[in-house]
Structures are given as C-alpha cells and as structure tokens.
C-alpha cells in the first residue's frame, strides 16, 4: 500500500508541474499541459486506479495551495478525476464463461467511447463559468476573445469596445467553433494520453491486460443513436443545443479515432500501406478538417461492416481435392 501513496504522491506532483507549466506561456508548455494527464494514467494501468486517485488528488491540492481554489476544481475535472475514470476503466476485467481461467478486458472501443464523454463533459463543466444560459454564456465567451484581440492588438484595456466588421466576423466565428472544438481537442487528448501510458506501462511490463489490436475496436449498438440525438440535439435553441453541439463534436472525433482503425485493417497487404496512412495522418494533423472524413469512415464501417468485406476478399479462395 506504501509503494501505491508513493507511487500516488509522485505521479501527482509531475502532473501538477506539467499542468502549471502553461503558466510559462512558451510554445512547448502547451504542449506539456495537455500531457498532465499521462501521469496520473501511468500510475493507474501500472499500479492501480486507488494510486492514480491519490495523484488526481495530490495534484489538485498542490495546485490550489499555490495558485488558488479555482486551479483545485479546473485540474480536479478537467485533467485528475478523467484520468483516473479512464485508468480505472482500462483494467475492468472479469473471468471469461468459459472457465478456462481466461479475463475478458473492458472493450478498447468502449474506451474511446469514454473519451469523447470526457471530452464533452470538461467542456461542458466550464460553461457555467462564462454564463448559465445562451446569452450570458455567448457575451461571456464575447468578452474573453475581446480581451485575447485587445491583447494581441496592443490597444488599451479600457479602450472604447468599437470594432472592425472583420473583428466582430472572428469573434463570431470564435463564439461558435470553440466550444466544440475545445471538445474534439479534449477527446483527441484523452485518447492519445491513454495509449501513451499504455505503451509505457507495456514496455515497463506492468501493464496486467493484453495490447488489443486497435485496428479492430468497436463501438457498441447504441453509439451511432448516441451521435445521431446529439447532431439533432444542436440545432435546439438556448444553450441544450450548444451542450449538444459539444457532445456531437467529440462523438464525431470519437467516430474519426474508429476511421483510423479501419484505415488501419482495410489497407493490410496493401503495398503502399505504409505511404498512404502516413499521408492520412500528416493530412489530418495539418488541415484538421479532414478528421470528418475520417469520422465517415468510420460511420461507414459501422453500417456496412466494411473491414469484414475486405477481409473476406483476402481470404484464398477455398481448396477443393480431387
């Protein structure tokens, strides 16, 4: 139990410097923000979930005794009680109906699926922050890209709040991208720092479940439901339709990580494979947009069960004797 506080205690205090770091205000601290979560999840898959909530809660303690109450509640929701949710979650098991002795693991699909929840909900926890409805949440978010603008402008903070057309265009603009893209980003993050601490915690040996193949998760029956009452859900006025629109974005980034998967199964023993994923995964890093693409792939598989036909297409055609 020691080794689990300690083990705690210090996956806290790198998620608090990595969390802090933003503060610096340099290029690769944001970077390092976006990675708190890492150790908390590297303590949960190589430990247990019990030592990632003493680094959840140990960094959220250290953050709020040198910056502040607020930083106890933005890390504890948005970076600790996520990662420890995701850890706990990825070393879920229970003995298979067989009884061979075999663990059947928490479904990586579902697991992604957990991200993107995640995502929405940070996003989603923050709204009161800025307003609890439409119009105080969109003049609070108003105010904000102002203050960012000014800023950037080098004019007054007391100056007179005209703007150009093109100014109030970007605000605009800002108002209705962020929130569901800060959403995206938050699943994007999650994700990438689960199968991070999941290949760290392989390569230590510690990690007690099996590497999945990733090119074959799936989603469960009720998430294509889930994505199509979210979609429909954001064209609902007052801010429902903008909670909605948020869950929307990070089912669909949740739908373009499933794209990637079968991008990854549909083109095995293709000669180029290699070449033509790299190129998919540059294009979508730069551009962003594309991820939607990916996301269609992604809904695709889903109704037509594309990686199963391209399978059975490899298949050698079966032998007959005599």
């Known amino acids: 139990m020691m080794q689990v506080v300690l083990i705690g205690l210090g996956a806290g205090a790198a998620a608090a410097l990595l969390f ?103 996003v989603i926890v923050a709204i009161p922050s800025f307003g609890l409805d439409e119009e105080s949440f969109r003049s609070g978010l108003r105010a ?45 993050t999650n994700v990438t720092n689960l199968w991070l601490a999941g290949r760290i915690v392989k390569i230590s040996g510690r990690l007690r479940r099996p590497w999945p193949d990733l090119s074959e998760i799936e989603f469960p029956a009720l998430a294509p439901m889930l ?11 007052n801010l429902l339709g903008t909670i909605c629109g948020i869950l929307a974005a990070s089912l669909l980034m949740a739908y373009a990580v499933l794209g990637f998967a079968v991008l990854h199964s549909i083109t095995r023993g293709a000669g180029v494979r290699s ?30 069960a594309l990686r199963q036909r391209f399978a059975a297409r490899r298949r050698p055609p079966p032998h007959h004797s005599g």
């Not at 933003?22 to 590297?42: C, E, H, R, T």
């Not at 294009?283 to 109704?303: K, N, Y």
């Open 275 to 304: 070449l033509l994923i790299g190129t998919v995964y540059a294009v979508v890093l730069i551009l962003g947009w594309p991820a939607l693409l990916m996301a269609l792939l992604g809904l695709a598989d889903t109704a037509f």
């Open 227 to 237: 994505l199509a009452l979210a979609i429909a859900g954001s064209f609902l006025p």
């Open 144 to 188: 904000a890209f102002e203050r960012i603008l000014r800023g950037q402008s080098g004019a007054p903070a007391d100056s007179p709040s005209i703007r150009p057309v093109e100014s109030t265009r970007v605000i605009e603009f800002l108002i209705a991208v962020v929130p569901p893209g800060a959403a995206a980003l938050a699943t994007v």
């Open 20 to 122: 802090a770091s933003v503060a610096s205000g340099s290029l690769i601290s944001i970077l390092l923000f976006y990675l708190a979560p890492l150790p908390i999840l590297i303590a949960a898959l190589g430990w247990s979930h019990w030592a990632a909530l003493i680094a959840a809660s140990a960094a959220a303690t250290g953050l709020a005794v040198i910056f502040g109450g607020f930083f106890f509640l933005a890390f504890l929701l948005g970076v600790g009680l996520p990662a420890w949710w995701l850890g706990y979650l990825a070393l879920l098991g229970r003995p298979m109906a067989s009884g061979a002795g075999e663990v059947e693991w928490y479904p990586p699909g579902r697991l992604v699926l957990w991200c993107a929840i995640l995502g929405a909900l940070i």
